[in-house]
Nanobody, 124 residues
């Protein structure tokens, strides 16, 4: 397993942008796919986006497609989530997670390692 630490959350007005980072420890990070999930108060954790170990394949939830962009720098053991055109409904704690499988993994149960989360609040 890898250890994951998210950062970059904060308070932003609707229409604004934030960039989240997910920093990993462990020399095998480049063999892990990484997903971002979010959880709003009183709601279940939901899938946001996933990137393959190579960075060549990405899968987005329909709710963020066209607004969010995931990328990774394996040399820095870091995955980024650029969030543009933010909406109040994007408000949640955002988590990154990692696993070593191939393919689309939209369920939180399919990930082995999790970060502690970072709060994103979008005001209207």
């Amino acid at each position: 397993q890898v250890q994951l630490v998210e950062s970059g959350g904060g308070l932003v007005q609707a229409g604004g942008s934030l960039r989240l980072s997910c920093a990993a420890s462990g020399h095998t990070f480049s063999s892990y796919a990484v997903g971002w999930f979010r959880q709003a108060p009183g709601k279940e954790r939901e899938f946001v986006v996933r990137i393959s170990w190579s960075g060549r394949t990405t899968t987005y939830a329909d709710s963020v497609k066209g607004r969010f962009t995931i990328s990774r720098d394996n040399a820095k053991n870091t995955v980024y989530l650029q969030m543009n055109s933010l909406k109040p409904e994007d408000t949640a704690v955002y988590y990154c997670a990692a696993d070593r499988t191939v393919g689309v993994r939209r369920s939180a149960y399919e990930y082995d390692s999790w970060g502690q989360g970072t709060q994103v609040t979008v005001s209207s």
